[in-house]
């Protein structure tokens, strides 16, 4: 199941990065501060963890560091 751009994060599971899907699939790190900053204080609760098999159907775009 594909996540729909902006309204979930994703990780990996066994992997500590997390990610915010944007257009056309694409998955951006994003870090603590820019997902708090987009979701909000409770972003933690917003994480869906996936499978490396799902992973592998995501492309991997720039990384999200601030706003």
């Known amino acids: 199941v594909r996540i729909r751009p902006g309204t ?3 990780q990996v599971k066994g992997v500590s990065k997390v990610y915010a899907v944007d257009k056309g699939g694409v998955l951006r790190a994003i870090s603590a ?3 708090a900053d987009l979701y909000g204080a409770n972003w933690s609760r917003n994480v869906v963890v996936i499978s490396a098999a799902s992973f ?5 775009g720039k990384a999200i560091t601030q706003l």
């Open 8 to 10: 979930k994060l994703v």
């Open 56 to 60: 592998k159907t995501y492309r991997v």
């Open 33 to 35: 501060t820019a997902a």
